[in-house]
Nanobody
């Protein structure tokens, strides 16, 4: 099973940017579709974005379209989420995951530990 470690979260002002990274433990990383999800306090986990095995196909939830960009570097076994024009509503713990069925069905147990993103007003 692929082990995932998220990083890059932090505190940023509204309108600012962050880039999240997700490092995978296997060199077969390029075989998997990957995705980003988030969970805010008191709310259920929600889909943010997904990318197919070679980066040629992507999907985004409507709320982040035009602001977030998902990408991957299979040579580095790393998934990224570039987050621009951040809003306080984006505050959440962000998780990466292996996608079992495109675009938002996650392989059971295939989550990272999450990274906290806090956007201040």
């Amino acid at each position: 099973q692929v082990h995932l470690v998220e990083s890059g979260g932090g505190l940023v002002q509204a309108g600012g940017s962050l880039r999240l990274s997700c490092a995978a433990s296997k060199d077969t990383f390029g075989n998997y579709a990957m995705g980003w999800f988030r969970q805010a306090p008191g709310k259920e986990r929600e889909f943010v974005s997904a990318i197919n095995w070679n980066g040629g196909v992507t999907d985004y939830v409507d709320f982040v379209k035009g602001r977030f960009t998902i990408s991957r570097d299979n040579a580095k076994n790393t998934l990224y989420l570039q987050m621009n024009s951040l809003k306080p509503e984006d505050t959440a713990v962000y998780y990466c995951a292996v996608i079992r069925r495109w675009p938002n069905v996650v392989e059971f147990g295939a989550w990272g530990q999450g990274t906290q993103v806090t956007v201040s007003s």
